[in-house]
């Protein structure tokens, strides 16, 4: 069993940076790749950004690769999603989310585990 809590978002003007972190429980979290997903009101949760159990493998979506990173800490049992030059469009909320072993190209209904999420504002 893995627990994920989302932390980090708020409001930040457009152009302006934010880090989020997701900090999980459970001893075999380092087992676990880790996503970000986003969703806006009215609209489908997508894909943001993933990264390997080992953090040798990060997959982005075509909408934040070269704005987004995504790292890992496996002694700190964290994965931070770093978000330089917002858009008002990324305003969402996001949520991390974690799948056994498996590829950074997993779909989303192959996570496991679901954090509660956190509000990102960006404002024009």
């Known amino acids: 069993q893995v627990q994920l809590v989302e932390s980090g978002g708020g409001l930040v003007e457009a152009g302006g940076s934010l880090r989020l972190s997701c900090a999980a429980s459970g001893r075999t979290f380092s087992s676990y790749a880790t996503g970000w997903f986003r969703q806006a009101p009215g609209k489908e949760r997508e894909f943001v950004a993933a990264i390997s159990w080992s953090g040798g493998s990060t997959y982005y979506s075509t909408s934040v690769k070269g704005r987004f990173t995504i790292s890992r800490d496996n002694a700190k049992n964290t994965v931070y999603l770093q978000m330089n030059s917002l858009k008002p469009e990324d305003t969402a909320v996001y949520y991390c989310?974690?799948?056994?072993?498996?590829?950074?190209?997993?779909?989303?209904?192959?996570?496991?585990?679901w954090g509660q999420g956190t509000q990102v504002t960006v404002s024009s």
């Open positions: 989310a974690a799948t056994y072993g498996g590829s950074v190209t997993r779909p989303r209904s192959e996570y496991d585990y």
